[in-house]
């Protein structure tokens, strides 16, 4: 049996379980009319004498579990608890009337086998292994029934028989409960890969949907900032405005806060896959990422530490959105409040491994619990939260993955790992 999984299936939803409570309500009102038609048709019709009365009373208290159940089941859900004590009354009342019709030479004497179907696939584990104890044992016990059925109608069975009958229910009653709880969970399993799936597909197609918005945006930036650029040109010549450094000073500024948003928007627009005229940048990973993490610019500036464990320094191809994920994360360090951020560079084996961490505020218990999901944020600010969904996304394009926590001693840790194959220069063949 290795390889079997002996965990219990996944719980089921409100809506699922009551509609598997009706279900089994419907199952046991069958149950009820086939063994009151089978009981008046061996008595009345084949003249077999069967105790009418407490097999009767048994039927009674059938029915009065599935009214019990129904009203219940209007007002509140059923537990687990209480289903599996709906089972042990049906159990209970079976074995009644198995009792009073012959025991284990009763041809229905394998029902027993469907109230631990039941419980496999509607209850957790403990409740199917419970059931299959219990109906081993009350197996064994019907053995002893003195109510036999007459000649023709009921198996003659010798004593090494009924131990092997005995035998072959527990056997099958334990197939069952392995191979059903099985079947279950690795249906839940599919499900919840199917939600993962769908989550998967809404959360790309918001990406498609803000990767073409913010192409657009970038085409027609692309103008404004060239004429501003013209136009600042222009001011540095003009006379009025040459002889006063306190205003070319500004003007300088200018240029530059003009200069990266024009490199903002040459990112965005080689991230939206825009053929530009610029040639992939070779450079290695250790240079990669100090040109990174030294270009990284903020009004509140903390110390940048790196720690470079790099065996070596594999030759790659420069990725701007893996540049950005990196900047957007030390932005975040320095919106915490962090005064210092200590980024680690490991090569393990075929798998880059960058580790930002900071002495900041750490994540809002929200944040770890949706991290990655879009416009999830602490911020107020129009759009915030898109910062980590993107660097999420972007190490899943990698084929890698993202994970953050809250470090030791305060703070935030993030970390960031993909394969190296996924930026390394292709060796010439």
Same mark, same amino acid.
């Given at each position: 049996?290795?390889?079997?999984?002996?965990?219990?299936?996944?719980?089921?939803?409100?809506?699922?379980?009551?509609?598997?409570?009706?279900?089994?309500?419907?199952?046991?009102?069958?149950?009820?009319?086939?063994?009151?038609?089978?009981?008046?048709?061996?008595?009345?019709?084949?003249g077999?004498?069967?105790p009418?009365?407490?097999?009767?009373?048994?039927?009674?208290?059938?029915?009065?579990?599935?009214?019990?159940?129904?009203?219940?089941?209007?007002?509140?859900?059923?537990?687990?608890?209480? /289903?599996?004590a709906?089972?042990?009354?049906?159990?209970?009342?079976l074995?009644v009337?198995?009792?009073?019709s012959?025991g284990?030479?009763?041809?229905?004497?394998?029902?027993y086998? %469907?109230?631990?179907?039941?419980?496999?696939?509607?209850?957790?584990?403990?409740?199917?292994?419970?059931?299959?104890?219990?109906?081993?044992?009350?197996?064994?016990?019907?053995?002893?029934?003195?109510?036999r059925?007459?000649?023709?109608?009921?198996?003659?069975?010798?004593?090494?028989?009924i131990?092997?009958?005995?035998?072959s229910f527990?056997?099958?009653?334990?197939?069952?409960?392995?191979?059903?709880?099985?079947?279950?969970?690795?249906?839940?399993?599919?499900e919840?890969?199917?939600?993962?799936?769908?989550?998967r597909?809404?959360?790309?197609?918001?990406?498609?949907?803000?990767g /073409?918005?913010?192409?657009?945006a970038?085409?027609? %930036?692309?103008?404004?900032?060239?004429?501003?650029?013209?136009?600042?040109?222009d001011?540095r010549?003009?006379?009025?405005?040459?002889?006063?450094?306190?205003?070319?000073?500004?003007?300088?500024e200018?240029?530059?806060?003009?200069?990266?948003?024009?490199?903002?928007?040459?990112?965005?627009?080689?991230?939206?896959?825009?053929?530009?005229?610029?040639?992939?940048v070779?450079?290695t990973?250790?240079?990669?990422?100090r040109?990174?993490?030294?270009?990284?610019?903020s009004?509140?500036?903390?110390?940048?530490e790196?720690?470079?464990?790099?065996?070596?320094?594999?030759p790659?191809?420069?990725?701007e959105?893996?540049?950005?994920?990196i900047v957007?994360?030390?932005?975040?360090?320095?919106e915490a409040?962090a005064?210092c951020?200590?980024?680690?560079?490991?090569?393990?084996?075929?798998?880059?491994?960058?580790t930002?961490?900071?002495?900041?505020?750490?994540?809002?218990p929200?944040?770890?619990?949706?991290f990655?999901?879009?416009?999830?944020?602490?911020?107020?600010?129009?759009g915030?939260?898109?910062?980590?969904?993107?660097?999420?996304?972007?190490?899943?394009? %990698?084929?890698?993955?993202?994970?953050?926590?809250?470090?030791?001693?305060?703070?935030?840790?993030?970390?960031?790992t993909?394969?190296?194959?996924?930026?390394a220069?292709?060796?010439?063949?």
């Amino acid at each position: 049996m290795t390889g079997l999984s002996f965990l219990p299936p996944e719980p089921l939803d409100g809506d699922a379980r009551a509609r598997n409570v009706r279900l089994l309500s419907v199952l046991r009102s069958l149950a009820i009319g086939g063994q009151l038609a089978t009981i008046l048709l061996v008595r009345f019709g084949f003249g077999v004498p069967l105790p009418l009365a407490p097999m009767i009373a048994a039927l009674a208290v059938l029915v009065a579990l599935n009214l019990l159940i129904g009203t219940i089941a209007a007002r509140r859900q059923i537990g687990d608890a209480a /289903l599996f004590a709906t089972l042990l009354v049906d159990v209970i009342c079976l074995t009644v009337q198995l009792y009073l019709s012959g025991g284990v030479t009763n041809p229905f004497v394998g029902l027993y086998l %469907l109230q631990v179907v039941i419980a496999a696939v509607l209850l957790p584990a403990w409740a199917s292994w419970a059931l299959v104890a219990l109906t081993s044992v009350l197996f064994a016990w019907l053995g002893a029934s003195p109510f036999r059925l007459p000649a023709g109608f009921g198996a003659a069975m010798s004593p090494p028989h009924i131990a092997a009958a005995w035998v072959s229910f527990t056997l099958a009653a334990i197939l069952l409960v392995l191979f059903v709880t099985r079947i279950v969970r690795n249906l839940a399993e599919r499900e919840a890969r199917l939600a993962d799936l769908r989550q998967r597909a809404a959360e790309e197609d918001h990406i498609v949907r803000m990767g /073409l918005l913010a192409s657009g945006a970038a085409h027609e %930036l692309g103008t404004p900032l060239a004429s501003m650029a013209v136009m600042i040109g222009d001011w540095r010549h003009d006379p009025a405005l040459s002889g006063s450094p306190a205003l070319m000073a500004e003007l300088d500024e200018m240029a530059g806060q003009i200069g990266r948003c024009k490199d903002i928007v040459g990112q965005v627009l080689l991230a939206a896959g825009e053929v530009r005229g610029d040639a992939p940048v070779r450079t290695t990973l250790r240079h990669f990422v100090r040109d990174v993490v030294d270009n990284w610019e903020s009004a509140t500036t903390p110390t940048v530490e790196i720690d470079d464990a790099l065996a070596h320094d594999p030759p790659i191809i420069a990725d701007e959105p893996l540049a950005q994920t990196i900047v957007n994360l030390l932005d975040n360090a320095a919106e915490a409040g962090a005064t210092c951020v200590h980024v680690s560079l490991r090569l393990e084996g075929e798998t880059v491994r960058v580790t930002v961490r900071d002495d900041g505020r750490g994540f809002a218990p929200a944040i770890l619990r949706d991290f990655g999901k879009p416009y999830r944020s602490t911020k107020t600010r129009h759009g915030a939260g898109l910062g980590l969904f993107l660097a999420t996304n972007v190490l899943r394009t %990698l084929g890698g993955r993202i994970e953050a926590r809250d470090a030791a001693g305060g703070g935030g840790e993030v970390t960031l790992t993909w394969p190296l194959s996924a930026v390394a220069v292709e060796s010439a063949s």
